[in-house]
């Protein structure tokens, strides 16, 4: 996979990320890490390196309703956990079942690109901190 141009820049952004491992940094968490290896760089620098690495194919982006956009620079088959107190992601490695081809067959009408599945749930540094919420959500049904 060749990059247009691998810049300092876009080189320092996309090693930031990768040396993120098990963190999914937003573009504002990105851009200080980044500073401290290319001081002069921009805020818009590193917001248009990011749309570059996505569009080429080097990260992941990770959305959710009202946050930042998260990147992921791990394209590994993975699911991720979201905890519901510290917003952290959480990667999963399990095996994935081939739901992209079910659905392909039984909707061929629609060109499906990809599948992003979400746990919710508590990480173990909230379930400390947090023992009453633990309690209340063991057994429940999650929302599917």
């Known amino acids: ?18 040396q993120a491992k098990g963190h999914h940094p937003d573009a504002a968490w990105v851009y ?18 990011l749309d570059v690495l996505v569009e080429e194919g080097y990260l992941l982006p ?3 309703p009202g946050e930042a ?8 088959g993975h ?7 510290c917003h952290e992601y ?6 994935l079942p081939d739901l992209v081809s079910e659905v392909r067959a039984k909707y061929p009408e629609l060109t499906i690109e990809r599948v992003q599945v979400e746990y919710q749930g508590l990480c173990p540094r909230c379930q400390e901190k947090h023992p009453r919420d633990t309690e209340s959500s063991v057994g429940q049904t999650p929302h599917i």
């Open 62 to 64: 990770l959305s959710r």
């Open 1 to 18: 996979m060749g990059m247009k141009r691998l810049t300092k820049q876009r080189r320092a952004v996309l090693e930031v990320i990768r």
């Open 32 to 49: 200080a890490e980044v500073r401290k290896r290319v001081p002069h760089i921009s805020l818009g620098t590193v917001y248009r390196t």
């Open 79 to 85: 699911l991720h956990m979201l905890c519901r107190h």
């Open 90 to 95: 959480f990667d999963i490695v399990h095996p």
């Open 69 to 76: 956009l998260r990147y992921e620079a791990n394209l590994d």
